[in-house]
């Protein structure tokens, strides 16, 4: 099945900053990147996707690269802002596929210092 | 406007006791997932439903069960409860199969004691 590796674990920023997270994953078949962000006692949501026949997203200040031969992609945050301090997922799946289903890597905790 | 919803949102309950975890959804939603949240573990799939009457294991599947009657609840169920399946359980629904909006509830704090 799929795996997806997630780094850093933690990561530290002074506001302003930028953040970038990495995640590669295992099943060339995945075709759907998500990431989502858990504040603290709060529920997972979505706030960007990339599919496979895309390499860079943009919205405002967040954006995801995607290399596929490589079989990685990355979250980058410009501009940081406290209320950015969350845990980040990234996910992978075989989206239409015939398992389709969310493989999520483990974290990352990301505090950004005012 | 449609959600999904978990209840109860906290739950202590003795080692052997069967619980039953309730999700709800009003999206109308064709997939729906179990995960659990630990630390150190990210989100695990626990089990998942394409429709009524699919059910699928994920990968912590054992000591779970689910079952899918109807397009909006799957309730998952800890047959025989043990510490180690103290944890925070998210239930998630998605439309069909290109999971662009897969939603979470608000999450079960299931703490066996």
Redesign the interface.
Known sequence: GENVEQHPSTLSVQEGDSAVIKCTYSDSASNYFPWYKQELGKRPQLIIDIRSNVGEKKDQRIAVTLNKTAKHFSLHITETQPEDSAVYFCAASNSGGSNYKLTFGKGTLLTVNP | DAEITQSPRHKITETGRQVTLACHQTWNHN?M?W?RQDL??????IH?SYGVQDTNK??VSDGYSVSRSNTEDLPLTLESAASSQTSVY?C?SSRD????E?F????TRLTVV
């Open positions: 997939n997932f995960y150190g573990h990210g989100l695990r799939l998942y994920g990968e998210f998630a199969r290109d999971l662009t897969a979470f509830g608000q999450g």
